[in-house]
């Protein structure tokens, strides 16, 4: 089996076999956008909750018309004698 050294340029040409340290390429500063977009989903899920958590409770209750905010009470009603 051919391995990096023999054929540049060709990928996965070892398969389970460990890479020797002479033979490794990479750095692990090159893996941190990989990292960084990984963790990524978890970051916004977070905030996201938070923000619609902290949204929802300074907004104040949804009306039946679907207002956001304290509903107006109507003036009372009086009955009128004449």
């Known amino acids: 089996m051919p391995h990096a050294s023999e054929s540049e340029g060709a990928m996965e040409t070892r398969g389970l076999e460990p890479v020797p340290d002479s033979e490794r390429t990479g750095h692990v500063r090159e893996l941190f956008p990989t990292w960084v977009a ?30 956001v905010g304290a509903a107006e009470e109507e003036p009372a009603r009086t009955a009128v004698s004449i």
């Open 38 to 67: 990984a963790k990524g989903w978890a970051v916004t899920v977070v905030v996201a909750g938070a923000l619609y958590a902290v949204l929802r409770r300074t907004a104040g209750p949804v009306t039946a018309d679907g207002r």
